[in-house]
């Protein structure tokens, strides 16, 4: 039985599913297996890249499916096939750094009360050039006062990219316990972030301040500077429910209640923010037609 299993779901992008695997194969710890799960792709290049990798490399699996399981349906899929004591969700268009596997078996090995492992992460554009640089993720270490780490985790504006956690290592157990949860959020927007919220309601995690995962964009820009982190959260449309996802995900345990309370003020804290926001711009355009009428007459 290997350390660590690594569940990748793949559907699409074969240019950057090679460099994915490769990225995890050059890992300096090796003691792993890697399940490429092909959700039924309409592209041969991604039979033809994970069969590659499938025939080069014993660690690697490779399982294509009769037909689509969507997204969490084939994530779920390499879960259950995962017999290793920890786990790893990964996507077919990411990059680590070799000493990434290194570093969370060993944290998660020297304290068994925590849970999950993760790291410093950036994000990368397709030519995999730095696209943007993300607050220290150390924010979300699990220190001892739960009730604020879950009131912190739940206000943090999406965009800054707390459902990254996802991607972390689990150990394999824990993860067990939530994994059902996966197919019946499916159409959920922000569906990864209620889904830690569920895991940090129940266990602890670690943060490693080293940067040693690279998200990847699908973009070309060459940078992007979000200044406004809070203008920038779930879809207005999708309140409703992306929030109500925070009350499924908080049922069962201690902080149910403490999770009903505050989605009420985070709801209204973003109301709040982008009202303030958007005011001051409506006022400064109107001022700017009217001058420009003024000029025009």
């Known amino acids: ?12 992008r074969p240019q950057f ?10 890992q300096t710890f090796s003691d792993f297996d890697l399940l490429l799960s092909d959700d039924a792709s309409p592209d041969p290049r991604v039979r033809a890249v994970c069969e590659e990798f499938a025939a080069h490399d014993k660690r690697v699996r490779y399982i294509r499916q009769e037909k689509n399981l969507g997204g969490y349906g084939n994530s779920l899929y390499t879960f259950r096939l995962a017999t290793a004591p920890l786990f790893l969700w990964t996507c077919e268009d990411d ?24 790291c410093q992460l950036d994000a990368i554009n ?13 924010r979300f270490q699990s220190r001892g006062n739960k009730r604020l ?25 824990q993860l067990a316990e939530l994994a059902p949860m996966l197919p019946r959020m499916e ?25 040693l995962f690279h998200k990847r964009a699908d973009t070309d820009k060459p940078r992007r500077v979000n200044r ?6 779930y879809p207005m449309r999708k309140a409703w429910e992306y929030l109500s996802a925070y009350r499924l995900a908080a049922a069962g345990t201690p902080y149910a209640v ?35 009428f003024r000029i025009l007459r």
């Open 258 to 292: 403490l999770t009903d309370r505050l989605l009420p003020l985070r709801f209204a804290a973003d109301q709040t923010y982008k009202l303030g926001a958007v005011l001051p711009a409506l006022v400064d355009g109107a001022g700017r037609i009217a001058t420009r």
């Open 187 to 211: 159409y959920i927007w922000g569906m990864d972030n209620a889904f830690i919220y569920a895991f940090l309601c129940r266990h602890d995690c670690v943060i490693d301040p080293a940067l």
């Open 1 to 12: 039985m290997p350390a660590v299993s690594i569940g990748m779901p793949v559907y699409a």
């Open 17 to 26: 599913l090679k460099l994915a695997v490769e990225s995890l194969l050059a």
């Open 228 to 233: 406004w982190p809070r203008l920038h959260v």
């Open 126 to 138: 397709r030519h995999a050039t730095r696209y943007m640089t993300l607050p220290s993720f150390t």
């Open 95 to 118: 990059l680590w750094e070799p000493t990434f596997l290194e570093r969370g078996v060993a944290a998660l090995a020297a304290d068994r009360s925590k849970a999950l492992w993760f």
């Open 149 to 173: 780490e879950l009131a912190r985790f739940l206000f943090e504006p999406e965009s800054l990219g707390k459902a990254n956690l996802f991607h972390g290592l689990f150990r394999r157990e």
